[in-house]
C-alpha cells in the first residue's frame, strides 16, 4: 500500500465524528485550520516520500497530516515519544485531532522516524506558511517588531578536559566489543580494555581541590591521555585488522559496516579531544574556541558568553527570534557560532520586508542591538521609531531627550514582551534543551516550537473573532 497522502475514513470513525466529541476551542480551531492548509501538507508529504524508490508499495506508513498534527501536538503539550504515544492512544480527542481516529497508533518510535524524516527547510516553509495565512485572514499586520536571542542548549554533560577523555576511552571501548561481537569473535587480539585505568585517573582529577590541581594533576593528565592515545591507536589497529571479515549476509555486512563507520568517527573525534587536551593542560596553551570541541556526542555545539551572571557560559546554539505584535514568531534562525547580536538587525528588516511587503513602523531591541550603522539602516528602511538603547558612552543631549520620550518608552515596554514570549518557548514548548542528536534535527526540534507556538497563537486570535463576532450578532 506504501505511505498515502491521506487516510480512508473507516465506519468506525463515522459512527464517533457522531458522538460529539469535541476537541478543546484551541485545539480544535488548529485543526480546523490544518484542514484547509493543502500546501503544507503537501510539503510534508515530500519529505516523508524523499529518497524511496516506490512510495506507493510497502507497508502503510504514519500520513502527512498524521506526522503534522502529532509533532504539532509533542511540542504543545511537551510530551516525550513514549508519552505521545500512550495519550493519543488512550484519548478519543486526541485520535479525532491528530487524524488516526479508529485506527491502531504505533509504537513510539515510528513517531520518531516520522519526524526525523522532516527537514529544517520544510519547518521554515511551513511556519512562513501559517505568518502568511495570519497577514491573509487580517489577524496580523506587522505594524511593529521586536527581536531578541537567546541560547537553546544542546543534550550533554559539562565539558571538562578529563570527562572528554574518558568518553573517548569507554565510547571507542564499546564500539570495538561492538564489532567483535558482529564477526563473532570473542575478542579482537591487540586491542586491550582501558576504561577502568581510564576511569580511574578521571574520577581522581574530579576529585582533585583547586591547589591539588595545581600541583598533581598534569602527572594524571599524561596518564589519561596515554590511554586515551592508545585506545584510539588500537582500534584503527583492529579496523585493519578486521578490514577483510565480512558478514555471514547482507544484513550482517551492512551492520558491521555501520559500526566501523561509527569506529572511524568517534576516533577522529577522539584525536581532536586529545590534541586539545595536550594543548591545554600539558603546554598551558589558549586554545581559541573555533578550534575547541565540548562533546564527541554533540560536536556541533558552540560556547557562548552573553554576559548573564547566572549562566556567564552556555552550551549549545544561539537563536535569533523576531515576533509581531500578535505573538506571532515571524523569524528564527540558529545562529553557527556565538555573533554578536548587532549584526542581525539588517537581515531581520529585509526577512520582515520579504514577509509583509513593508517595514515596521516600529522596531525595539535590547541594547546589545545597537550600532550607529543599525540606526541607520532602521531609518533607511522607513523604520518610524527606532527602539534600540544605546550601548556605552556618553549619549548626546538629542539621543538622551529621544531615549525619554514617551514613545521610545513604550517601545520599551513593548520590547519587554520578547523575554515573555521565550519563556513560553523554554517551558512549555520544551525549547530550553534539545535532545535530538545532530545540527539538522536541532533546528528542526527549534522550528517544531516556534510552530507549535504560532498556532497556538493563531488558534486564539481566530477564536477570540469568532467570539466577537457570535457576540454582535446576538
Keep these: 500500500m506504501g505511505r498515502a497522502a491521506a487516510r480512508q475514513i473507516s465506519f468506525a470513525d463515522i459512527e464517533l465524528m457522531q458522538q460529539g466529541v469535541r476537541l478543546e476551542p484551541l ?71 491528530t487524524d488516526f481516529y479508529c485506527d491502531p497508533v504505533p509504537k513510539h518510535d515510528a513517531f520518531n522516524r516520522g519526524f526525523n524524516r522532516l527537514t529544517p527547510q520544510t519547518l521554515k516553509a511551513v511556519n512562513d506558511l501559517v505568518v502568511r495565512a495570519a497577514v491573509g485572514l487580517g489577524l496580523e499586520d506587522g505594524i511593529k517588531l521586536r527581536v531578541d536571542t537567546t541560547v537553546v542548549e544542546t543534550d550533554f554533560h559539562h565539558p571538562t578536559d578529563n570527562t572528554l577523555l574518558w568518553d573517548v576511552v569507554r565510547v571507542v571501548t564499546r564500539l570495538v566489543g561492538r564489532l567483535a561481537k558482529a564477526l563473532k569473535m570473542r575478542r579482537i587480539k591487540g586491542f586491550r580494555d582501558r576504561r577502568r585505568s581510564a ?50 549476509d547482507l544484513f550482517a555486512a551492512m551492520a558491521i559496516d555501520a559500526v566501523r563507520d561509527e569506529i572511524v568517527h568517534y576516533c577522529g573525534l577522539g584525536e581532536q579531544v586529545i590534541d586539545q587536551a595536550r594543548r591545554r593542560v600539558l603546554e598551558h596553551e589558549q586554545v581559541p574556541n573555533a578550534e575547541k570541541i565540548y562533546s564527541i556526542f554533540e560536536p556541533h555545539t558552540d560556547l557562548i558568553k552573553r554576559g548573564k551572571v547566572r549562566t556567564p557560559i552556555e552550551f549549545g546554539h544561539k537563536v535569533f527570534l523576531a515576533e509581531s505584535a500578535k505573538g506571532l514568531i515571524t523569524q528564527y534562525e540558529v545562529l553557527k557560532g556565538n555573533p554578536a547580536d548587532e549584526v542581525l538587525v539588517a537581515p531581520s528588516l529585509r526577512r520582515h520586508r520579504r514577509a509583509f511587503r513593508r517595514a515596521p513602523e516600529l522596531y525595539a531591541t535590547d541594547r546589545g542591538f545597537f550600532s550607529e550603522q543599525n540606526l541607520t539602516a532602521c531609518a533607511q528602511g522607513a523604520v518610524k521609531i527606532i527602539c534600540i538603547p544605546q550601548r556605552g558612552g556618553s549619549r548626546t543631549p538629542q539621543r538622551q531627550a529621544y531615549e525619554r520620550s514617551a514613545a521610545f518608552k513604550q517601545g520599551q515596554c513593548f520590547r519587554a514582551g520578547v523575554e515573555g514570549r521565550i519563556s513560553v518557548l523554554m517551558r512549555g514548548r520544551g525549547m530550553k534543551r534539545c535532545r535530538a542528536e545532530g545540527p539538522e534535527r536541532f533546528t528542526l526540534f527549534v522550528g517544531a516550537a516556534v510552530l507549535a507556538n504560532n498556532l497556538m497563537i493563531l488558534a486564539r486570535l481566530l477564536t477570540k473573532r469568532s467570539s466577537r463576532r457570535s457576540k454582535a450578532t446576538r
Excluded: C
Excluded at 30 to 39: G, V
Excluded at 48 to 73: D, H, Y
Design 27 to 97: 485545539l480544535e480551531s488548529i485543526s480546523t485550520f490544518l484542514d484547509n492548509q493543502h500546501e503544507m501538507i503537501e510539503r510534508v508529504r515530500r519529505d516523508l516520500v524523499r529518497g524511496l524508490k516506490k512510495p506507493r508499495q510497502g507497508r502503510p506508513g504514519l500520513t502527512a497530516p498524521q506526522v503534522l498534527r502529532s509533532l504539532v501536538l509533542m511540542r504543545i503539550k511537551n510530551w516525550h515519544y513514549r508519552e505521545l504515544r500512550e495519550r493519543i492512544a488512550d484519548g478519543v480527542t486526541l485520535r479525532q485531532f
Design 199 to 248: 576511569h580511574r585517573r578521571m574520577y581522581k582529577i574530579q576529585r582533585m581541590t583547586t591547589l591539588q590541581r595545581q600541583e598533581r594533576q598534569t602527572t594524571i593528565y599524561r596518564a589519561l591521555i596515554g590511554i586515551a592515545e592508545e585506545v584510539v591507536a588500537s582500534a584503527r589497529t583492529a579496523l585493519e585488522k578486521t578490514a577483510t571479515m565480512r558478514g555471514e
